[in-house]
């Protein structure tokens, strides 16, 4: 990894992408959706992760709408809310009433999905996260992502950057199969996920120079954005 590459990638970006409008799709109002989202996402399409979320929030009468900005702590549920749903209910009913969703974290001694939700919840529970604004405390913090980590299928961590995406981090990138394949075409070679991270990073200071508003964050969902629609 160079700064030759990253300076291919920015113009694969400038070629490829609409920098017209730089904005994120928006933010979950409550943070036990975005736990939910993160962790449902990964190796799923998007509209099968969004139903799942949605499923959750119709069954617990929450509002699952996106909105432009990160919402005041006034008006979200806790995180506890959503330990207290499996602590009630249990994974099963979750699995199989709620979410109504059986994916797994991984195809090789992966856990239910449903029951990564919950261990990720438990872990934040334990560093005091009760709200999206929280997040922020935990962000680096390597203790933390440890715990994460361990929980089978989160060893890349691709969910836990997506997870600060989705709880208002502006720069981190969530290096998944789309952004990687972008990454792929610019270069014209496959990179890890870590490796995707750096490099639209990268790109993105570069990119700055004409759109001092973009942020890794909103280059990622650019991309992926771009990616989903290609054939």
Not at 122 to 151: K, N, P, T, W
């Amino acid at each position: 990894m160079d700064e030759s590459e990253h300076r291919i990638l920015a113009q694969f970006c400038k070629t490829h992408l609409d920098f017209s409008k730089l904005t994120f799709d928006g933010y979950y109002q409550h943070l036990p959706l975005c736990v939910i989202d993160a962790v449902f996402s990964i190796g799923a399409h998007y509209t099968s992760t969004r139903n799942t979320v949605e499923k959750f929030a119709q069954h617990f009468k929450l509002d699952a709408h996106l909105v432009e900005a990160v919402p005041s702590v006034k008006g979200q549920v806790q995180l506890r809310f959503l330990i207290e749903a499996y602590d009630k209910l249990g994974v099963n009913f979750l699995t199989e009433t709620v979410y109504q969703n059986r994916q797994r974290t991984s195809t090789r001694n992966g856990i239910l999905k449903s029951e990564a939700v919950l261990r990720f919840s438990r872990v934040l529970d334990q560093y005091g996260i009760r709200y999206i604004q929280d997040v922020d405390s935990v962000i680096g913090q390597s203790a933390f992502e440890r715990a994460i980590q361990q929980i089978p299928g989160q060893t890349s961590g691709v969910c836990l950057r997506y997870f600060y995406i989705l709880a208002g981090s502006s720069e981190h990138v969530k290096p998944d199969r789309m952004i990687l394949r972008f990454i792929q075409s610019a270069l014209g070679k496959v990179v890890s996920a870590e490796q995707g991270h750096r490099y639209v990073v990268e790109a993105c200071k570069i990119l700055q120079q004409t759109y001092p508003s973009l942020t890794p964050a909103i280059l990622d969902n650019q991309i992926w954005n771009y990616q989903r629609l290609q054939r």
